[in-house]
Nanobody, 124 residues
């Protein structure tokens, strides 16, 4: 079994920053792919950033230059530093992990294990 849990969400004013954390189970080796997705009410789930075990990263165009993804393989921890937050960033943010994908593309099918989500709300 693999458990994934996010933390660090909250409410912030536009232009502010937040750091999200994700802890994956340490019962298995470090996931090959880890990523962050988000979903606002009425919208489809959107992949925003992924990071491979060797630290190769992919960002969605909507967050490039503002968000930074990183990981610490020793303890299977994933981070997302979000700067210059905008109201349109308001969403439930989900951490995802996978042991078999080799592409780490920003699509739900690339990830098998998911956290429960942490809410991020950005006010104007």
């Amino acid at each position: 079994q693999v458990q994934v849990e996010e933390s660090g969400g909250g409410s912030v004013q536009a232009g502010g920053s937040l750091r999200l954390s994700c802890a994956a189970s340490r019962d298995r080796a470090s996931p090959y792919c880890m990523g962050w997705f988000r979903q606002a009410p009425g919208d489809q789930r959107e992949g925003i950033a992924s990071i491979r075990v060797d630290n190769e990263v992919i960002y969605a165009e909507s967050v490039k230059g503002r968000f930074t993804i990183s990981r610490v393989n020793r303890n299977n921890t994933l981070y997302l530093v979000m700067n210059d937050l905008k109201p349109e960033d308001t969403a439930m943010y989900y951490c995802a992990a996978d042991y078999w994908s080799r592409t780490c593309f920003l699509q739900e099918s690339a990830f098998k294990y998911w956290g429960q989500g942490t809410q991020v709300t950005v006010s104007s």
